[in-house]
């Protein structure tokens, strides 16, 4: 390749000559860059040392607007020799006879070829530019061929040091990416031995686009969540304008937990934990940690220097993002804009107690606007001081606990680190603060500890507004668990700040964190399944794990590839942004739509006010009704527990719960169902006949929905399918039903699908006189005979009445109605239905033997006691009656102490 150049004309020699000018009259603005030299370590350590280039500083100007331009210069000196011979000293006049090559770096090399150039530029694996072999001198600034040593440069000073520059254009911004560079210099001696090899990462700027993106598409996901949590914890069917319940998830209806959990604070430190950890002390790719310093607000970090009192570090400069730092944070402060690692603690920490001032100025200003208007209004429906003080402190709790612990923990170790180069005020600060921290949380563990009855941490409001924040979104019996979440957090401080000089330990004990808090999410379950918090966490803290394992890559000693570590750090940031986007902004957005859909009536419930369980899901979908009432789920009937009380309250979910005809009944007792002659179900859904034998009623005959089976009148029916009695209308001539009067009228207008209107007294003397005589009320009892009236309504059985039709028969309750059964009888034709029977106890074939009524059965006796035929258990001077679960004939248990 070098014998290309032997014959290469000087045309290009100008060109040369103006890039490497135009190079080193940038040199006061250039980005001064980490690099490695990649030559071979044996050359490096050749003794005598072989003749190289040793690079001391390389810096980058890239252009931000096209052509793209990217100049590269290293700067360095040469040393070593070709051949054997003795090594001249610095003031050795043969340094200055261009004739003598000795120790020196030329153009043409003893086998005739020229000392050629070399460099080589990749995105991941794709090549960006791929020069084509150059002549190496024509590119040399601050000095000639034959190029030897600079004995009395300042090596701190690039000024006073020869160098080479670089230039193309690239045609791209190459935003969002890293240009790694390989430079190389090959001698044009014999054997064409390398002599200089430098690799660096260039990151160009990120540009506006790329860098708003990342700023603030994880604030806007942290407002919406913070706006979602807040609409659900106001405004949902379950939730409360009074802000000390709100606040507090006071109650903790599971529907609420589910709307308001994750919280903001959940977001805010999964923020925080992407910014922290592009703060170890690993190799990053080029663009990884300029992308996640975007966030540094998470951290309260901001471009201010309280300590240092200086103006700031400008990490972008001439287009190329310049940082550099022995540990991770001090790069990831340069990134920020910081002047010194001392200024990181102090920023967060200031600006921490302005927002803690905030918080407890508004407090105030609530009590007191309160206090105002309940002394102008006269007032008094509570007491302000049992829950100013509780209010106050338990913000403060869920500002340092629940948003912040994570930056104060890590940044006042990472302070305690740097402590030697610290001011000694700053290091006390931190230790204070960090003192309060371990304290405070040790006091209020130990409360939530030893508080006994557990119920008192969620029903005492002082208690769940002080200590709350901690543990009110966890079952009742999870309280204590509040210590694994802020144990994991404190030990992930630990690693992310007291451990920053071990890259390598930083990942072991993060990675340890994150596999025992998935451990102890499922092993404990702390939150209420309907909450599907223990998913969520455990997802959480899955991709945190994989996140930190990926990032081994990025150890140093490993060796890993620039291409690969390119890959995986776009991976790591893909992961990240997919639980911001779908963990939490999809989830906002849900809950917003969910609260917004209720409050305008969707899955209401004229009875409970809003059914249970997520209106967003497939299943509730199915389960919605259709503009003519059906469900979606056609032919089923409810699926609901007999024993949920929930329930029991409820409509039903198109199909009615509760109904006796047609589906199971939700409640062991059907009488009110029976008394209302509900139909089998919505028509077209469920089966007509259905009959029912439950004990202690007799025969019932279930209602189709036309009401054929019966022999009732489609008037008689309810749009809904729902038969109603309408025994109190008078019959005229013609059949038509004609109600007695206004009042009834207006009480069956306002009848609902499970309510029924009181049915209207009939007049006991009018009724009388219909059948020939004048009744007396209250002169008659319910066992006086068969002249007694038993129920004296208009549409009750008239059986107990003789009959005035000729022919007409008294009606026999132990038979089931049948239509007609009811001909001649005032208040009832042909077409009425048979209304619910119930047994007598003088009917009951289990007490009325013979016609000698048994006494009523003593439930106090047990079932065994039928069964044992021995001498009764309590007058054994060795037995115990007993009434546990265990065998009521074996011997009494007696509490013994361990010695007898």
């Not at 261009?98 to 794709?126: M, V």
């Not at 106001?234 to 006071?250: A, E, Q």
Request: aromatic share 10%; proline share 6%; glycine share 10%.
């Amino acid at each position: 390749m070098s014998a290309l150049l032997r014959r290469a004309t000087p045309a290009l020699l100008p060109v040369y000559l103006y890039l490497c000018l135009a190079a080193f009259a940038s040199l006061a603005h250039a980005a001064f860059l980490n690099f490695d030299n990649c030559l071979d370590p044996a050359t490096i350590t050749s003794n005598p040392l072989q003749l190289q280039w040793i690079p001391l500083a390389l810096d980058a100007k890239f252009q931000r607007e096209s052509p793209y331009r990217l100049d590269v210069t290293i700067y360095g000196n040469v040393s070593g020799q070709q051949v054997q011979g003795v090594y001249p000293g610095p003031n050795d006049p043969s340094w200055q006879n261009e004739k003598d090559t000795f120790g020196k770096i030329q153009d043409i090399g003893s086998s005739g070829n020229y000392s050629t150039l070399l460099a080589d530029f990749k995105t991941l694996q794709y090549s960006a530019y791929n020069a084509k072999a150059a002549k190496f001198c024509p590119a040399v600034v601050n000095g000639t061929c034959p190029l030897g040593p600079y004995f009395h440069a300042n090596d701190t000073d690039p000024s006073t040091l020869p160098a080479f520059v670089i230039s193309h254009d690239f045609g791209s911004a190459y935003t969002f990416a890293s240009l790694a560079a390989t430079v190389r210099v090959i001698s044009g001696d014999v054997g064409a031995p390398d002599l200089a090899c430098v690799s660096a990462n260039i990151t160009p700027d990120l540009g506006p686009t790329i860098t708003g993106l990342i700023t603030w598409l994880p604030a806007t996901i942290l407002i919406v969540k913070g706006l979602a949590t807040l609409a659900a914890a106001i405004w949902s069917p379950w939730g409360s304008s009074d802000i000390f319940r709100w606040s507090s998830n006071y109650g903790r209806d599971e529907d609420q937990l589910r709307l308001v959990t994750p919280g903001f604070g959940d977001c805010l430190q999964y923020i925080q934990f992407v910014t922290l950890t592009g703060a170890l002390s690993l190799q990053y790719p080029g663009f990884y940690q300029p992308a996640v310093s975007q966030t540094s607000w998470s951290l309260l970090l901001f471009n201010e220097s309280y300590v240092s009192h200086g103006n700031g570090t400008q990490s972008l400069i001439d287009g190329v993002y310049k940082y550099n730092g022995t540990y991770g944070m001090t790069a990831m402060s340069q990134l920020i804009g910081m002047t010194s690692i001392e200024d990181i603690w102090a920023c967060m920490a200031i600006w921490l107690l302005v927002i803690a001032g905030i918080v407890v100025l508004l407090c105030q200003l609530g009590f007191l606007t309160r206090w105002i208007y309940r002394t102008a209004t006269n007032t008094t429906e509570e007491d302000l001081r049992q829950k100013n003080l509780p209010f106050t402190l338990g913000n403060m709790i869920r500002l340092l606990f629940n948003y912040f612990i994570l930056p104060i923990v890590a940044l006042s170790l990472f302070q305690l680190v740097i402590a030697p180069t610290s001011p000694t005020s700053v290091v006390v600060c931190a230790v204070l603060l960090l003192v309060i921290m371990i304290l405070a949380a040790a006091w209020i563990l130990r409360t939530i500890f030893t508080t006994k009855p557990r119920t008192y941490l969620f029903d005492d409001m002082p208690t769940v507004l002080l200590y709350g924040p901690l543990y009110n979104t966890y079952s009742d019996s999870a309280a204590p668990f509040a210590l694994v979440p802020v144990f994991i957090t404190f030990m992930r401080a630990v690693a992310l700040g007291a451990v920053q000089p071990s890259g390598i330990g930083q990942i072991i004990v993060l990675a340890i964190c994150e596999v025992i808090l998935i451990l102890t999410l499922n092993g404990f379950r702390p939150f209420q399944n309907q909450t599907s918090m223990n998913a969520y966490h455990t997802f959480f803290a899955a991709v945190r794990l994989v996140a930190v394992l990926l990032s081994i890559a990025f150890v140093t000693s490993l060796g890993v590839s620039e291409s690969s570590k390119g890959w995986i750090g776009y991976a790591i940031l893909l992961l990240h942004a997919c639980v911001l986007v779908f963990g939490f902004f999809l989830n906002s957005l849900q809950t917003i739509i969910e609260v917004v859909a209720r409050s305008l009536g969707v899955a209401g419930d004229a009875q409970t006010g809003a059914i249970r369980g997520s209106i967003l899901n497939l299943r509730m979908l199915k389960m919605r009704g259709d503009t003519h009432g059906n469900t979606g789920e056609r032919g089923r009937g409810t699926r609901g527990s007999m024993m949920s009380d929930a329930a029991i309250l409820q409509d039903g979910d198109g199909g009615g719960y509760g109904r006796v005809s047609g589906g199971r009944s939700r409640s062991l007792s059907a009488s009110s169902q029976q008394l209302l002659n509900q139909a089998g179900g919505r028509s077209g859904t469920m089966g007509a006949n259905s009959a029912h034998r439950l004990s202690a009623f007799g025969d019932f005959s279930s209602v189709s929905p036309g009401g054929a089976e019966l022999g009732m009148s489609p008037s008689q029916v309810d749009a809904d399918g729902f038969a109603y009695d309408n025994g109190a209308a008078m019959r005229n001539g013609n059949g038509n039903g004609v109600l007695a009067d206004k009042k009834e009228a207006e009480l069956l207008q306002h009848t609902q699908t499970f309510y029924r209107p009181p049915r209207v007294r009939r007049t006991t003397l009018e009724l009388g006189a219909a059948i020939g005589g004048a009744v007396a009320p209250g002169t008659k009892t319910r066992k006086s005979g068969s002249g007694s009236s038993d129920s004296p309504y208009h549409d009750s059985p008239t059986a107990d009445f003789p009959s005035p039709v000729v022919g007409a028969t008294q009606h026999n309750r132990s038979e089931s109605y049948e239509p007609g059964s009811f001909a001649g009888y005032p208040g009832r034709d042909s077409s009425s239905p048979a209304p619910a029977y119930f047994q007598s106890r003088e009917e009951n074939s289990s007490e009325n033997v013979g016609g000698v009524v048994s006494p009523r059965p003593d439930y106090a006796v047990r079932e065994v006691d039928q069964y044992y035929r021995g001498a009764a258990l309590s007058d054994l001077p060795t037995r115990k009656l007993k009434t546990g679960p265990a065998d009521p004939t074996g011997p009494a248990a007696s509490a013994r102490g361990w010695v007898k």
